[in-house]
């Protein structure tokens, strides 16, 4: 067995590369892909877009957008391998660029102990991926819509988007501005209302090149909860996806909120994989060591 990794010039060039691999399994590379594929057309800087090859062959990939984590996506028996070219991404940017690891649950776990001994592990959160296997043609209950979110919104969804991030357990690097502003130019956001009043946000993209849509930062007010909404906003931008030429639909949920999992799936959503977050701590310095 030869491995090595193959840095990729550019996003196309990643997506062309792993194409195959999305081809044979829908959900192959899925989060790496959705990511790759914002970059297309934009210059890299310290972006790392690439793949693990074995004697010609893409067995994985490794793709990094400081100072984000850095998403793996590969089989158990390459777990060595990898944790070496994480050590090597740390040395080379610092913890400030490489805050910790993304991938399917077994393995950053694995990748995690075997990094052990070079940085302390500061928090895990564990994610649970769905896709929509709902009714593609239903509706929404009678005087509920939903509808595109526009500049006119802007000011609803900073407040809703700093809210969801502060519910939920995982840190947030980027421009909340910035985030927003983007996704209302290229019609990402939508808002759920009854009666007029808007009730729940949800952003639903499909990257470029990408078949599969994924919703996310879907999010109703605490005095709102628990009539059902967020079920209804990610079955309903799933259905706008799905006409948008999606063929399939994700999206993600915290394992340690059985009420949020309990709710997608009530609307038809179905397990795919479980997923991890993992973050260090800088409280070792075997990373650094030259």
Not at 56 to 72: A, K, Q, R, Y
Not at 232 to 244: H, K, T, Y
């Amino acid at each position: 067995m030869t491995l090595k990794l193959r840095p990729h010039p550019s996003a196309k060039s990643w997506l062309d590369a792993t194409a195959h691999r999305r081809r044979a399994d829908p959900f192959a590379d899925l989060t790496p892909a959705r990511i790759v594929g914002r970059y297309v057309g934009r210059q890299l800087k310290d972006e790392c877009f690439a793949t693990l090859e074995n004697e010609g062959e893409i067995v994985g990939v490794l793709v990094h957008t400081p100072p984000w984590n850095v998403l793996i996506d590969a089989e158990m028996k390459f777990v060595p391998f990898v944790a070496e070219l994480v050590r090597q991404r740390y040395r080379e940017l610092g913890h400030a660029s490489v805050p910790g690891i993304t991938g399917k649950l077994a393995f950053v776990d694995a990748l995690a102990a075997n990094l052990q001994n070079d940085v302390a592990l500061s928090a895990r959160y564990p994610n649970r991926l769905y896709a929509f296997a709902g009714n593609a043609e239903g509706s929404l209950p009678a005087a509920t819509r939903l509808r595109p979110a526009t500049i006119q919104d802007r000011s609803l969804l900073l407040d809703w988007t700093r809210a969801f991030w502060r519910d939920v357990e995982t840190p947030f690097f980027g421009d909340i501005e910035r985030l927003v502003d983007s996704a209302i130019v290229g019609g990402l956001f939508d808002l759920l209302e009854v009666e007029g009043i808007p009730v729940c946000m949800g952003r639903g993209e499909r990257a470029h090149g990408a078949t599969i849509g994924h919703i996310g930062l879907i999010y109703t007010p605490g005095s709102l909860r628990g009539r059902g909404y967020a079920g209804e906003i990610s079955a309903a931008i799933a259905r706008r996806l799905f006409r948008e030429g999606a063929s399939n639909v994700t999206l993600y949920t915290e394992l340690s909120n059985p009420a949020s999992n309990r709710a997608y799936q009530r609307v038809g959503y179905r397990f795919v994989c479980d997923d991890a977050q993992i973050y260090f701590a800088e409280t070792k310095s075997g990373f650094c060591q030259s």
